[in-house]
């Protein structure tokens, strides 16, 4: 019974063991199972995200690529010279740069090139690298592809430049990435190439990161070298093992090595035979998983699954160390030990016990393989996509947001799954591209745009947005998908640059001054519309000049000279201070400018910003004011030496009438004191036109007719030219009246024609015209100091030598002459500006070398009807006498004698005093006196003009008469104008003071 027992106990048993084995067994390939479905899972999911990375870097990349600002600046860039000079000046450079800009900070992108087709960069992150030609030249491959209108994603590379790491530190051979895509024109014809640059630890490598499992799992990427293409998880070990040095990372640097399983230590391997087998199997093409333990590049017994992805170019694995990865397997093996010694004392428990042991086991099983699938529905790489990811169904109910998508519109995913995706929609704004996109999308394509939509809290912002259909095996569209980013920041930048610009363009322009913006090497980069106006260049046409061109020859050097000395030192004499230059005209013309640089910085760049003016006008009226302030210094002079001589004339004059009347009639005496009168009065003529020509002399201005004063000296000057120049008149009927001193005109037409004589050798000639002008605003701009209104215009022109601009600006100066030596004072045409400008009028000369030269003078209209009638011969010739009592007053004491004298013999009383002191002591003790008859200019405190105001207020009823050869006080000073008409001038005859001193006794003058 026992020994059935036995049997049956081992007949049991071992069935009992046998099927545990079976079960056991069971489990074990569950677990395999599990497991081999956990490698493919995360192989699975991980070359999924790799694929929707690079897909959502293509649409990024093409996303650019296609906006009208990247087309447009492409074509303008396209447009330019391509040296790097030309390109960097360019204001296109920061406008790419701003359109860029937003989309590699959001995507975390290091930066871009626009590239020519002939691989120069037209654009860049940095300026170093405009104008040269792109280093991605050397793989022809990539750049090919683009060309060939793909767009395309690279796998990670050692970059060829410096380049920053995370943490800011520039480093060398430091991995990067490209993506590509061709920039087509309107025409979809490839005209450019843009790429961005991508760093692949902030970027690629947390992709395969995510797929790690448990503590030693590892998810990496290789090449087709067998080069590792993403971070290993262990890099520390890798130092350790010599495979990388002390601050290198792995990828890029770590080639995946086969290792010996004969040796234990990777240290006694030597050489690395060749590539893991999983590797190997990989470039061959080959998608598998080993269960069986296989040492990897670490020299670790490790399992896990591999495959080639083609289209990416790159082999994926990821493994998981053997002791972590099969620890179930071993937990169920050592169960199994345990539940085969535990069944020899009870089987049935033993049996119970390996059944919940297997229950078990397939519950984690279904949980690991449950949660598996959800990790499969919601995609990483969906869910930390930098856009906004809205799926729905094809009556537009949202089934699914990303966080991104909660984040910008402000509604929560409860809040938007299952709602109509019209929640966002503007109901204020147009509908039309709402309809134009469901149509699209209805019809099976995709459309791409921009619309206004509006947040959670009512606020409005701009999307651009991309939305497909999603269609299954069977090409039924069975969702529709939208990616989207929000704009709003970039269209008010756009706005807010758009707006500076033409703000700065309309100051710019508003400005009178000419405005230049340079860069360090002198290329003007910026000019408003008042540097083209006078410099007469149009404004496309000065940007890209140097400012050299804009210079005579002889400042160019020192110029360049300057800009490389502050450029080095720092230190420039010029910056920030105006100074006089000259400026050439696109005509050749040079002008004097006054000029202010200023300095300023953006960021590396040098600019210089200068102000100019052209003062051509302010020199004109430089120069006239020096020509008046010679005049007046001159003027000064002349007076004070017309003064004495006048006085000398005075006594000289008067004492041969004195003496010419004690004479017998005919006598030989008389004649010769007669002749000596007439040079006396020669001299005394000689000192009124001084006089004049100072401005010293009272004006003797009536109202005459031109043409009358020219017709009384046609004759006089057609004497004084030579046979070979003839006269010519050309007199204006009905011409206007004038108000000027006629002497003074005879004088300054006399002038003129000397001079057109003296420019006339070899014969020509003389023209003499007048008429009416009515001057209007036009004409008043066109000629300087000429103001609107009704003139009669003089013309005095010849046929002569002529003269140059330079010499014709100098011609009213005093001293100024360009005949020979001792053939001319130079004061000739001074006193004719003197004359004209006494006369309220304007003179203007036009010559020409060779042809000639033409004096217009300006006298305003006087509205007088009729002209200044001369005084009859009878009635100056009586001599008018008296019986008053008169003062004379003059510090000059042979003058008072001569004045004595005459009016002694004229019937009246005199008394002298010869200072303006004396001369109130006696009136105030004489009450008989009736009329102070003075000099002006006396030494002492008191002249003549305080002495006639002195009486004029203490004594109302005495009378004034004043006398002087210098009268320049009544124009300096206007409250001494009242006694301008009560002044003789010396020298003066008997008969003209008998006149005056009759008159004003009488009360007439």
């Given amino acids: 019974m026992q020994r059935y027992y036995y049997l049956i106990i081992t007949v049991g048993t071992c069935l009992f063991l046998l099927l545990g084995w079976q079960s056991y067994s069971n489990i074990e390939k569950q677990l395999r199972f599990a497991l081999f479905e956990t490698f493919n899972t995360t192989l699975s999911l991980t070359q999924q995200g790799v694929q929707s990375w690079v897909n959502e870097n293509q649409h990024t990349v093409n996303t650019l690529a296609v906006a009208d600002e990247v087309i447009s600046l492409t074509e303008q860039l396209l447009a330019i010279k391509r040296t790097p000079e030309s390109l960097k000046i360019s204001a296109l450079q920061s406008q790419i740069r701003k359109i860029i800009q937003p989309t590699l900070a959001s995507h975390k992108l290091s930066g871009f090139f626009l590239i020519s087709l002939d691989d120069i960069n037209l654009a860049s992150t940095r300026d170093e690298n405009i104008g040269l030609v792109n280093l991605l030249s050397k793989q022809p491959n990539f750049l090919n592809k683009l060309k060939s209108g793909e767009t395309v994603v690279t796998l990670p590379q050692v970059s060829d430049v410096l380049l920053e790491n995370q943490e800011g530190k520039t480093m060398s051979n430091y991995p990067t990435m490209f993506m590509g895509t061709p920039v087509r ?161 009870g089987f049935f428990f033993a049996l119970t016990l390996s059944e919940l042991s297997r229950r078990k086991l397939l519950t984690e099983i279904k949980a690991r393989q449950f949660a598996e699938k959800e990790l499969h529905k919601l995609s990483i ?22 966080p991104k998508f909660t984040e910008v519109s402000g509604f929560s995913r409860l809040e938007t799954i299952g709602k109509n995706a019209r929640i966002l929609q503007d109901h204020g704004c ?62 008010k930048n756009e706005r807010e640059t758009e707006y500076s610009k033409l703000m700065l363009e309309s100051v710019l322009n508003t400005v009178g001054e000419a405005i230049i913006t340079a860069n360090k090497d002198g290329y003007i980069i910026m000019a408003n519309q008042a540097t083209a106006d006078i410099w007469k260049h149009n404004i496309d046409d000065l940007i890209g000049m140097n400012l050299c061109e804009l210079m005579p020859e002889k400042y160019r050097e020192a110029h360049r000279n300057g800009m490389k000395r502050y450029l080095l030192s720092g230190q420039g004499k010029v910056l920030n201070r105006r ?93 010769q004191l007669e002749t000596t009168q007439n040079a006396a009065l020669r001299g005394a003529d000689l000192t009124r036109r001084l006089l004049n020509f100072a401005r010293h002399s009272a004006l003797s201005s009536s109202i005459v007719n031109v043409n009358s004063v020219l017709a009384n000296i046609q004759k006089m000057i057609a004497k004084s030219l030579t046979s070979k120049i003839s006269l010519k008149t050309i007199f204006s009927d009905d011409l206007w009246m004038v108000k000027l001193d006629p ?12 001079n057109a ?67 001319g004072t130079g004061l000739g045409l001074t006193m004719v500006y003197g004359f004209v400008q006494r006369s309220k009028g304007q003179i203007y000369v036009s010559s020409k070398v060779s042809i000639g030269t033409t004096f217009k003078i300006y006298f305003p209209r006087s509205f007088s009807t009729s002209a200044a009638k001369l005084p009859l011969p009878e009635e100056i010739s009586m001599i008018q006498t008296g019986t008053e009592t008169i003062l004379i007053v003059d510090d000059e004491k042979e003058l008072a004698a001569v004045a004595q004298e005459m009016l002694r013999e004229l019937g009246y009383t005199t008394i002298c005093a010869y200072s303006a002191e004396e001369a109130l002591k006696i009136i105030e003790e004489d009450r008989t006196i009736d009329l102070v008859f003075s000099d002006v200019v006396m030494q002492g405190a008191i002249g003549g003009f305080e002495l006639a105001v002195a009486v004029a207020n203490r004594y109302p009823n005495l009378k004034v008469l004043l006398t002087s050869g210098f009268t320049g006080q009544v124009e300096s000073f206007d409250k001494y104008a009242q006694w301008e008409k009560n002044i003789i001038t010396k020298p003066y005859r008997r008969d003209q003071l008998a006149k005056r001193i009759r008159a004003t006794l009488d009360g007439s003058n």
């Fill in 185 to 345: 024109d309107k025409n979809n014809k490839i005209i450019a190439l843009l790429t961005l640059r991508i760093d692949p630890a902030s970027n690629f490598i947390p992709l395969f990161q995510r797929g790690r499992l448990g503590e030693t799992g590892e998810t990496y990427a290789f090449n087709r070298q067998g080069v590792l293409i993403s971070s290993s998880r262990f890099d520390d070990q890798l130092r350790n093992l010599g495979l990388l040095d002390k601050n290198q990372s792995s990828i890029l640097n770590v080639t995946l090595p086969e290792f010996s399983l004969e040796t234990s230590s990777i240290g006694d391997q030597g050489e690395k035979s060749s590539l893991t087998r999983m590797v190997q199997s990989a470039l061959k093409g080959q998608s598998s998983s080993a269960l069986l333990p296989y040492i990897d590049y670490r020299g670790i017994e490790v399992v896990g699954a591999w495959a080639w992805v083609e289209k990416l170019n790159l082999g994926i694995a990821t493994t998981q160390d053997t002791d972590e990865a099969l620890g179930p397997l071993n937990t169920a093996r050592k169960i199994f030990i345990i539940f085969c010694s535990i069944t020899i004392f």
């Fill in 381 to 402: 790489a969906v869910e930390q996509s930098p856009s906004s990811v809205m799926i729905t169904d094809l009556e537009g109910i949202i089934e699914y947001v990303n």
């Fill in 430 to 491: 147009s509908s039309d591209n709402y309809l134009d996109m469901w149509k699209q999308l209805r019809s099976g394509k995709s459309w791409i745009g921009e619309l206004i939509n509006q947040r959670k809290d009512g606020k409005e912002y701009i999307e651009l947005i991309k939305m497909a259909p999603l269609v299954d095996q069977q090409g039924v569209t069975t969702n529709y998908i939208g990616v989207t980013e929000d704009i709003t920041e970039r269209k």
């Fill in 579 to 671: 100074i006089e230059l000259e400026g050439l005209l696109a005509t050749g013309e040079i002008f004097p400018m006054e000029i202010l640089i200023s300095d300023t910085r953006f960021g590396e760049e040098r600019m210089f910003t200068a102000a100019l003016r052209d003062i051509t006008e302010r020199k004109a009226t430089e120069r006239k004011m020096r020509r008046m302030q010679k005049m007046d210094a001159i003027g000064e002079l002349s007076g004070g030496l017309a003064h004495d001589f006048n006085n000398l004339l005075g006594i000289i004059i008067g004492n041969l009438d004195l003496m010419s009347r004690k004479l017998e009639a005919g006598s030989k005496l008389l004649e």
């Fill in 743 to 754: 002497g003074d005109l005879e004088d300054a037409i006399v002038n003129l024609s000397i």
């Fill in 757 to 823: 004589r003296d420019a006339m050798p070899n014969g020509g000639e003389l023209i003499f015209e007048t008429r009416n002008i009515v001057v209007d605003n036009n004409v008043s701009q066109q000629k300087a100091n000429l103001t609107p209104g009704e003139y009669v215009e003089v013309a005095v022109s010849d046929t002569g030598t002529g003269m140059s601009k330079e010499v014709s600006e100098y011609i009213f100066d005093p001293f100024f002459s360009t005949k020979e030596k001792n053939k």
